[in-house]
């Protein structure tokens, strides 16, 4: 799914900066860049925007009261060199703040939490793929990871090491974070170090999952449920473990 979004900012270099960042999300489509608030209403009137990328600071109109006039909007992210409008933002429910100079980085922890929003739910059984993917910080750079390649993530203190069919990211994060975004029909914490992905599970006992080459343990807290998921996959292929 794409994001369709539109720029709104009076300052040209900021725009350019902007609009260079959101080109490199593939999941991210331009409709319109303005340099004013004004004209955006009849254009969000007459076209589908999934996000709107909105200058606070602007002459005439600024981003603050353009939300205000508007009977319903679609996801909104301000952008602005002024921290304190954040209070107003959060009352405002934007989803949201970006403060100038804007990070790269930034900017994708922005639009992935809102592409995960908007995302269409999968109400499909255990077995459905997701076509899902994540942007993973390592070594300075973002790299992309597929959500159907994944084997399974392994959580080591700070960092977690992303195992996928063709190759391996470790990233400074908790597996907590993963365990938010991820699709609970799709993947399964077994463990205080591991969630792993459903459909890549090859063998298992009452004790541990086999993925590929891989035997991972399944934690004591964790084996009500993971086994009811299990009992699930089992009974549509009516298998039995004894």
């Not at 914490?189 to 343990?217: C, Q, V, W």
């Not at 086994?227 to 089992?234: D, R």
Request: hydrophobic share 40%.
């Amino acid at each position: 799914m794409k994001l369709k979004c539109v720029i709104v900012d009076d300052e040209p270099l900021a725009l350019t900066i902007l609009e260079g960042y959101l080109k490199k999300i593939p999941f991210i489509e331009i409709l319109a860049k303005f340099d004013s608030a004004i004209p955006v209403y009849e254009f969000l009137k007459q076209s589908e925007v999934d996000l709107l990328f909105l200058d606070i600071e602007m002459p005439n109109l600024s981003g603050v009261d353009f939300i205000k006039t508007l009977p319903s909007h679609p996801a909104v992210i301000f952008t602005t060199a002024n921290r304190n409008y954040a209070i107003e933002g959060f009352n405002l429910n934007v989803d949201d703040y970006l403060l100038k100079p804007i990070t790269f980085e930034r900017l994708l922890v922005a639009v992935n939490r809102i592409a995960e929003k908007l995302a269409p739910k999968d109400k499909n059984d255990y077995s459905e793929e997701s076509n899902e993917y994540l942007y993973l910080k390592e070594n300075k750079k973002m790299v992309k990871v597929n959500l159907n390649d994944v084997l399974f993530f392994e959580s080591n203190k700070d960092y977690v090491k992303v195992v996928t069919s063709c190759k391996t990211v470790i990233t400074k994060q908790q597996l907590s974070f993963f365990e938010d975004k991820l699709s609970a029909k799709a993947f399964l914490r077994i463990h205080r170090s591991f969630i792993i992905a459903i459909n890549k599970i090859d063998a298992y006992s009452h004790s541990a999952i086999e993925i590929g080459k891989t035997e991972l343990p399944i934690g004591r807290i964790y084996k009500d449920s993971v086994f009811e998921v299990l009992s699930k996959i089992s009974k549509q292929d009516n298998l039995e473990i004894e």
